[in-house]
Protein backbone atom coordinates (compact mmCIF):
# COMPACT_ATOMS: atom_id res chain seq x y z
CA UNK A 1 0.00 0.00 0.00
CA UNK A 2 1.12 3.45 -1.14
CA UNK A 3 2.40 5.90 1.88
CA UNK A 4 0.24 8.45 0.70
CA UNK A 5 -3.17 5.89 0.84
CA UNK A 6 -3.65 5.96 4.31
CA UNK A 7 -6.34 2.83 5.51
CA UNK A 8 -8.13 5.80 8.30
CA UNK A 9 -9.09 9.07 9.24
CA UNK A 10 -7.66 10.55 11.91
CA UNK A 11 -10.13 12.86 14.54
CA UNK A 12 -9.22 14.18 17.69
CA UNK A 13 -10.75 10.74 19.81
CA UNK A 14 -8.31 8.54 17.67
CA UNK A 15 -8.20 6.65 14.30
CA UNK A 16 -11.03 5.27 12.46
CA UNK A 17 -11.06 2.65 10.08
CA UNK A 18 -12.62 3.36 6.64
CA UNK A 19 -12.50 6.08 3.93
CA UNK A 20 -12.82 9.75 4.07
CA UNK A 21 -16.22 10.89 2.99
CA UNK A 22 -15.89 13.73 -0.03
CA UNK A 23 -17.64 16.98 0.37
CA UNK A 24 -21.26 15.25 -0.75
CA UNK A 25 -21.41 12.53 1.57
CA UNK A 26 -19.69 13.83 5.08
CA UNK A 27 -22.62 14.36 6.91
CA UNK A 28 -25.14 12.02 5.56
CA UNK A 29 -25.68 8.87 6.69
CA UNK A 30 -26.84 5.66 4.74
CA UNK A 31 -28.91 4.25 7.71
CA UNK A 32 -31.87 5.90 9.41
CA UNK A 33 -30.29 5.20 12.91
CA UNK A 34 -27.41 6.82 13.84
CA UNK A 35 -24.07 4.52 14.44
CA UNK A 36 -21.37 4.81 16.29
CA UNK A 37 -19.87 7.43 18.57
CA UNK A 38 -18.96 9.47 15.82
CA UNK A 39 -22.32 9.47 14.13
CA UNK A 40 -23.44 12.96 13.13
CA UNK A 41 -27.58 14.03 12.52
CA UNK A 42 -28.16 15.65 9.30
CA UNK A 43 -28.53 19.23 9.45
CA UNK A 44 -31.62 21.18 8.27
CA UNK A 45 -31.83 24.66 6.71
CA UNK A 46 -33.72 27.71 9.08
CA UNK A 47 -37.10 28.63 7.63
CA UNK A 48 -36.86 32.07 6.60
CA UNK A 49 -41.06 32.30 7.82
CA UNK A 50 -41.27 32.59 11.73
CA UNK A 51 -44.41 32.28 13.14
CA UNK A 52 -45.23 35.12 15.35
CA UNK A 53 -46.43 34.76 19.19
CA UNK A 54 -49.39 35.16 20.45
CA UNK A 55 -48.06 38.16 22.47
CA UNK A 56 -47.07 39.57 18.81
CA UNK A 57 -50.93 38.74 17.38
CA UNK A 58 -52.23 40.61 20.74
CA UNK A 59 -50.70 44.06 20.10
CA UNK A 60 -51.11 43.58 16.59
CA UNK A 61 -54.83 43.44 17.31
CA UNK A 62 -54.53 46.15 19.54
CA UNK A 63 -53.16 48.39 17.40
CA UNK A 64 -55.26 48.21 14.47
CA UNK A 65 -58.22 48.72 16.94
CA UNK A 66 -56.78 51.82 18.05
CA UNK A 67 -56.77 53.26 14.62
CA UNK A 68 -59.60 52.27 14.11
CA UNK A 69 -61.98 54.02 17.05
CA UNK A 70 -59.22 56.99 15.92
CA UNK A 71 -60.67 56.82 12.71
CA UNK A 72 -64.04 56.43 13.54
CA UNK A 73 -63.88 58.92 15.99
CA UNK A 74 -62.75 61.47 13.59
CA UNK A 75 -64.95 61.05 11.06
CA UNK A 76 -68.19 61.30 13.59
CA UNK A 77 -66.49 64.38 15.36
CA UNK A 78 -66.10 65.80 11.50
CA UNK A 79 -69.69 65.01 9.96
CA UNK A 80 -70.88 65.92 13.78
CA UNK A 81 -69.11 69.31 13.37
CA UNK A 82 -70.62 70.12 10.13
CA UNK A 83 -74.15 69.66 11.57
CA UNK A 84 -73.43 71.96 14.08
CA UNK A 85 -72.02 74.44 12.26
CA UNK A 86 -75.16 74.84 10.09
CA UNK A 87 -77.20 74.69 13.53
CA UNK A 88 -75.23 77.54 14.55
CA UNK A 89 -75.75 79.35 10.91
CA UNK A 90 -79.55 79.12 11.88
CA UNK A 91 -78.92 80.69 15.52
CA UNK A 92 -77.33 83.74 13.98
CA UNK A 93 -80.05 84.61 11.90
CA UNK A 94 -82.30 84.95 14.76
CA UNK A 95 -81.64 88.64 15.05
CA UNK A 96 -80.45 89.91 17.94
CA UNK A 97 -81.00 86.24 20.08
CA UNK A 98 -77.65 86.10 20.58
CA UNK A 99 -77.27 89.73 22.81
CA UNK A 100 -79.52 88.42 24.80
CA UNK A 101 -77.99 85.45 26.28
CA UNK A 102 -75.94 85.80 29.44
CA UNK A 103 -72.16 85.76 29.05
CA UNK A 104 -70.54 82.49 30.20
CA UNK A 105 -67.10 82.15 30.96
CA UNK A 106 -67.26 78.60 32.20
CA UNK A 107 -67.24 75.19 31.14
CA UNK A 108 -69.97 73.47 31.02
CA UNK A 109 -68.35 70.51 32.88
CA UNK A 110 -67.65 72.82 35.75
CA UNK A 111 -70.15 75.81 35.77
CA UNK A 112 -73.52 75.29 36.46
CA UNK A 113 -75.61 76.28 33.15
CA UNK A 114 -78.90 77.45 32.17
CA UNK A 115 -80.18 76.66 28.80
CA UNK A 116 -83.79 77.70 27.37
CA UNK A 117 -85.22 74.85 25.20
CA UNK A 118 -87.79 76.05 22.67
CA UNK A 119 -89.68 73.66 20.43
CA UNK A 120 -91.50 75.64 18.06
CA UNK A 121 -94.62 74.59 15.44
CA UNK A 122 -94.00 75.20 12.00
CA UNK A 123 -97.16 73.46 10.85
CA UNK A 124 -97.77 73.09 7.22
CA UNK A 125 -101.42 72.73 7.47
CA UNK A 126 -103.81 75.47 5.97
CA UNK A 127 -103.71 78.96 7.89
CA UNK A 128 -100.55 78.26 10.07
CA UNK A 129 -97.80 78.43 8.03
CA UNK A 130 -96.82 81.76 9.08
CA UNK A 131 -97.33 80.32 12.93
CA UNK A 132 -94.19 81.17 14.62
CA UNK A 133 -95.69 80.14 18.24
CA UNK A 134 -93.07 78.59 20.64
CA UNK A 135 -95.97 76.13 21.62
CA UNK A 136 -92.82 74.34 23.85
CA UNK A 137 -90.83 76.30 26.63
CA UNK A 138 -88.24 74.78 28.90
CA UNK A 139 -85.29 75.62 30.90
CA UNK A 140 -82.82 73.40 31.49
CA UNK A 141 -79.77 73.93 34.78
CA UNK A 142 -77.37 71.44 34.33
CA UNK A 143 -75.44 71.16 37.98
CA UNK A 144 -72.01 69.19 37.41
CA UNK A 145 -70.74 69.28 40.59
CA UNK A 146 -73.39 67.46 42.19
CA UNK A 147 -74.00 65.60 39.15
CA UNK A 148 -77.98 66.68 38.78
CA UNK A 149 -80.43 68.11 35.83
CA UNK A 150 -83.27 70.17 37.03
CA UNK A 151 -85.92 70.90 34.43
CA UNK A 152 -88.55 73.54 34.37
CA UNK A 153 -91.65 73.35 32.55
CA UNK A 154 -93.31 76.82 31.26
CA UNK A 155 -97.28 76.60 29.70
CA UNK A 156 -97.24 78.24 26.54
CA UNK A 157 -100.69 79.88 27.42
CA UNK A 158 -99.12 81.54 30.56
CA UNK A 159 -100.18 84.95 30.65
CA UNK A 160 -97.13 87.73 31.51
CA UNK A 161 -95.70 90.86 30.27
CA UNK A 162 -94.10 90.64 26.35
CA UNK A 163 -91.92 93.67 26.17
CA UNK A 164 -93.30 95.79 23.50
CA UNK A 165 -96.54 94.29 23.30
CA UNK A 166 -97.64 94.46 26.78
CA UNK A 167 -99.75 91.19 28.73
CA UNK A 168 -100.03 88.35 26.25
CA UNK A 169 -99.39 84.57 26.03
CA UNK A 170 -95.92 83.95 26.54
CA UNK A 171 -95.28 81.99 23.47
CA UNK A 172 -96.26 85.08 21.76
CA UNK A 173 -93.42 86.65 21.98
CA UNK A 174 -91.76 84.18 19.82
CA UNK A 175 -93.98 85.46 17.45
CA UNK A 176 -93.77 88.86 17.73
CA UNK A 177 -89.76 88.98 18.25
CA UNK A 178 -88.57 85.87 16.99
CA UNK A 179 -86.21 84.02 19.86
CA UNK A 180 -84.39 87.24 20.93
CA UNK A 181 -88.21 88.63 22.40
CA UNK A 182 -88.45 84.98 23.83
CA UNK A 183 -84.95 85.21 25.54
CA UNK A 184 -85.94 88.33 26.91
CA UNK A 185 -89.26 87.93 28.06
CA UNK A 186 -88.53 84.51 29.70
CA UNK A 187 -85.50 86.22 31.65
CA UNK A 188 -87.93 89.14 33.06
CA UNK A 189 -90.51 86.98 33.92
CA UNK A 190 -87.98 84.13 35.58
CA UNK A 191 -85.52 85.95 36.79
CA UNK A 192 -82.63 83.55 35.62
CA UNK A 193 -79.85 84.79 33.37
CA UNK A 194 -79.79 82.53 30.12
CA UNK A 195 -76.49 81.24 28.86
CA UNK A 196 -77.52 78.85 25.60
CA UNK A 197 -80.69 78.35 23.74
CA UNK A 198 -81.37 75.77 21.89
CA UNK A 199 -85.00 76.34 19.01
CA UNK A 200 -86.30 72.83 17.95
CA UNK A 201 -88.60 72.76 14.73
CA UNK A 202 -91.21 70.49 15.66
CA UNK A 203 -92.12 69.74 12.09
CA UNK A 204 -88.32 68.58 11.15
CA UNK A 205 -88.00 66.81 14.88
CA UNK A 206 -89.07 63.73 13.56
CA UNK A 207 -86.04 63.54 11.08
CA UNK A 208 -83.85 63.66 14.40
CA UNK A 209 -86.14 61.34 15.81
CA UNK A 210 -85.96 58.61 13.15
CA UNK A 211 -82.09 59.31 13.01
CA UNK A 212 -81.86 58.00 16.02
CA UNK A 213 -83.87 54.92 15.94
CA UNK A 214 -86.83 56.28 17.51
CA UNK A 215 -87.56 57.14 21.34
CA UNK A 216 -89.06 55.41 24.13
CA UNK A 217 -92.00 57.27 25.92
CA UNK A 218 -94.09 56.42 28.64
CA UNK A 219 -97.96 57.16 28.28
CA UNK A 220 -99.79 58.12 31.10
CA UNK A 221 -102.72 57.17 30.08
CA UNK A 222 -105.11 56.09 27.01
CA UNK A 223 -105.78 58.81 24.03
CA UNK A 224 -107.75 58.99 21.65
CA UNK A 225 -107.02 62.73 19.90
CA UNK A 226 -109.42 65.36 18.21
CA UNK A 227 -108.87 64.59 14.23
CA UNK A 228 -105.72 66.68 13.19
CA UNK A 229 -103.52 66.34 10.12
CA UNK A 230 -105.87 63.15 9.05
CA UNK A 231 -103.83 60.30 7.34
CA UNK A 232 -106.23 59.82 4.55
CA UNK A 233 -106.10 61.39 0.89
CA UNK A 234 -110.13 61.65 0.96
CA UNK A 235 -112.21 63.71 2.69
CA UNK A 236 -115.05 61.25 2.98
CA UNK A 237 -112.59 58.71 4.70
CA UNK A 238 -111.53 61.48 7.46
CA UNK A 239 -114.91 62.16 8.23
CA UNK A 240 -114.86 58.45 9.27
CA UNK A 241 -111.50 58.22 11.17
CA UNK A 242 -112.18 59.14 14.90
CA UNK A 243 -108.93 60.44 15.73
CA UNK A 244 -104.91 59.46 16.66
CA UNK A 245 -104.57 56.44 19.05
CA UNK A 246 -102.34 55.89 21.91
CA UNK A 247 -102.23 52.91 24.41
CA UNK A 248 -101.15 53.36 27.84
CA UNK A 249 -97.63 52.27 28.84
CA UNK A 250 -94.02 52.28 27.62
CA UNK A 251 -93.88 52.31 23.76
CA UNK A 252 -91.04 53.03 20.96
CA UNK A 253 -92.59 55.69 18.93
CA UNK A 254 -90.76 56.84 15.27
CA UNK A 255 -90.88 60.38 14.43
CA UNK A 256 -93.64 60.59 12.71
CA UNK A 257 -95.45 59.15 15.99
CA UNK A 258 -94.08 61.39 18.47
CA UNK A 259 -94.53 64.44 17.20
CA UNK A 260 -97.84 63.43 16.32
CA UNK A 261 -97.75 62.37 20.34
CA UNK A 262 -96.52 65.94 21.50
CA UNK A 263 -98.88 67.83 19.50
CA UNK A 264 -102.33 66.73 20.85
CA UNK A 265 -104.17 69.21 21.73
CA UNK A 266 -107.46 67.37 23.40
CA UNK A 267 -107.55 63.63 24.75
CA UNK A 268 -111.58 62.42 24.12
CA UNK A 269 -111.48 60.25 26.81
CA UNK A 270 -110.43 62.60 29.32
CA UNK A 271 -112.05 66.05 29.00
CA UNK A 272 -110.14 67.52 32.06
CA UNK A 273 -107.05 67.56 30.28
CA UNK A 274 -105.49 70.94 28.94
CA UNK A 275 -102.26 72.71 27.69
CA UNK A 276 -99.97 71.84 30.36
CA UNK A 277 -101.00 68.42 29.85
CA UNK A 278 -99.92 68.76 26.22
CA UNK A 279 -96.65 70.55 27.33
CA UNK A 280 -96.04 67.53 29.88
CA UNK A 281 -96.14 65.10 26.57
CA UNK A 282 -94.32 67.34 24.67
CA UNK A 283 -91.94 67.52 27.50
CA UNK A 284 -91.53 64.01 27.73
CA UNK A 285 -90.68 63.61 23.70
CA UNK A 286 -87.86 66.20 23.91
CA UNK A 287 -86.32 64.58 27.30
CA UNK A 288 -86.50 60.77 25.26
CA UNK A 289 -84.68 62.60 22.21
CA UNK A 290 -82.99 64.45 24.06
CA UNK A 291 -81.52 61.42 26.31
CA UNK A 292 -81.14 58.85 23.05
CA UNK A 293 -79.14 61.92 21.11
CA UNK A 294 -76.81 61.34 24.33
CA UNK A 295 -76.41 57.35 24.14
CA UNK A 296 -73.76 55.39 23.11
CA UNK A 297 -75.68 53.77 20.33
CA UNK A 298 -75.89 57.19 18.93
CA UNK A 299 -72.14 58.34 19.39
CA UNK A 300 -71.28 55.21 17.43
CA UNK A 301 -73.23 56.14 14.45
CA UNK A 302 -71.99 59.72 14.20
CA UNK A 303 -70.21 58.79 11.12
CA UNK A 304 -73.32 58.03 9.48
CA UNK A 305 -75.89 60.52 10.84
CA UNK A 306 -73.80 63.06 12.86
CA UNK A 307 -74.75 65.96 10.51
CA UNK A 308 -78.52 64.83 10.32
CA UNK A 309 -78.79 65.02 14.25
CA UNK A 310 -78.67 69.10 14.09
CA UNK A 311 -80.93 69.76 11.14
CA UNK A 312 -84.05 70.11 13.44
CA UNK A 313 -82.24 72.99 15.50
CA UNK A 314 -81.32 75.88 15.83
CA UNK A 315 -78.41 76.72 18.43
CA UNK A 316 -75.65 78.58 19.62
CA UNK A 317 -73.62 75.99 21.76
CA UNK A 318 -70.58 74.89 19.79
CA UNK A 319 -70.04 71.45 18.92
CA UNK A 320 -67.44 70.73 22.47
CA UNK A 321 -70.27 72.54 24.36
CA UNK A 322 -72.56 70.09 23.36
CA UNK A 323 -70.15 67.28 23.66
CA UNK A 324 -69.56 68.60 27.12
CA UNK A 325 -73.27 68.79 27.69
CA UNK A 326 -73.46 64.93 26.56
CA UNK A 327 -70.79 64.16 28.79
CA UNK A 328 -73.08 66.24 31.98
CA UNK A 329 -75.69 64.41 30.92
CA UNK A 330 -74.42 61.24 30.92
CA UNK A 331 -73.13 61.60 34.39
CA UNK A 332 -76.37 62.72 35.91
CA UNK A 333 -78.61 60.36 37.91
CA UNK A 334 -81.40 60.06 36.60
CA UNK A 335 -82.99 58.80 39.71
CA UNK A 336 -82.22 62.60 41.20
CA UNK A 337 -83.49 64.75 38.22
CA UNK A 338 -85.89 67.51 39.19
CA UNK A 339 -88.74 68.19 37.18
CA UNK A 340 -90.71 70.94 37.64
CA UNK A 341 -93.13 73.26 36.30
CA UNK A 342 -94.62 76.53 36.48
CA UNK A 343 -99.07 76.87 36.61
CA UNK A 344 -101.75 78.79 37.05
CA UNK A 345 -105.39 79.35 36.57
CA UNK A 346 -107.15 78.63 33.88
CA UNK A 347 -109.20 81.39 32.10
CA UNK A 348 -110.16 83.19 29.14
CA UNK A 349 -109.40 86.64 28.28
CA UNK A 350 -110.52 87.99 25.55
CA UNK A 351 -112.00 84.72 23.85
CA UNK A 352 -108.42 83.34 24.06
CA UNK A 353 -107.80 80.54 26.38
CA UNK A 354 -105.14 81.53 28.83
CA UNK A 355 -103.42 80.71 31.92
CA UNK A 356 -103.36 83.20 35.03
CA UNK A 357 -99.82 82.88 36.77
CA UNK A 358 -99.61 81.23 40.54
CA UNK A 359 -98.51 82.59 43.04
CA UNK A 360 -96.65 79.51 44.12
CA UNK A 361 -94.36 80.11 40.50
CA UNK A 362 -91.93 82.08 41.93
CA UNK A 363 -91.22 79.31 45.32
CA UNK A 364 -91.15 76.73 42.49
CA UNK A 365 -88.48 78.86 40.59
CA UNK A 366 -86.31 78.38 44.06
CA UNK A 367 -86.95 75.04 44.14
CA UNK A 368 -85.66 74.63 40.76
CA UNK A 369 -82.41 76.45 40.95
CA UNK A 370 -82.08 74.37 44.32
CA UNK A 371 -82.46 77.17 46.95
CA UNK A 372 -85.17 75.29 48.55
CA UNK A 373 -86.94 71.53 48.79
CA UNK A 374 -88.95 70.22 45.78
CA UNK A 375 -92.76 70.28 46.68
CA UNK A 376 -95.09 68.34 44.36
CA UNK A 377 -98.14 69.94 42.59
CA UNK A 378 -100.81 70.85 44.91
CA UNK A 379 -103.42 69.94 42.24
CA UNK A 380 -103.81 68.35 39.37
CA UNK A 381 -102.41 70.78 36.93
CA UNK A 382 -100.74 73.31 39.36
CA UNK A 383 -97.18 74.32 39.70
CA UNK A 384 -94.87 72.36 41.65
CA UNK A 385 -91.57 70.23 41.37
CA UNK A 386 -91.00 66.07 41.40
CA UNK A 387 -87.59 64.33 41.61
CA UNK A 388 -87.40 61.31 39.30
CA UNK A 389 -89.94 61.53 37.14
CA UNK A 390 -91.98 64.20 34.91
CA UNK A 391 -94.55 65.52 36.27
CA UNK A 392 -97.83 64.48 34.18
Not at 136 to 146: A, F, G
Request: with cysteine.
Amino acid sequence: MAPKDKPYRVYRGGRVKGKVPTATTRYRSTSSTPRGPSARPATTRPSRFRRPSWKHIVLIALLVLVVLVVVWGAVGFLSFQSGVSDANKRFAKESGARAELATSNGFLLNHATTILLLGTDSSTAAGRSGDRHSDSIMLLRTDPSHHKLSYLSIPRDLLVPVPGVGNAKINAAFQAGGAALAIKTIHEYTGVPIDHAVILDFNSFKDLIDAEGGITVDVPERILSNRFDCPYATQARCLEWKGWRFRRGTQHMTGEQALIYSRIRENQLDPGENDLTRAARQQAVVQAAEAKLTSVGTLLGLPFHGSTLMKPLATDLSTWQLLELGWVKFRASGSHTLYCRLGGDATSVGGSSVIVPSEDNRSVLAMWAGATAPQPPTTTFGPGCRVGHPLQ
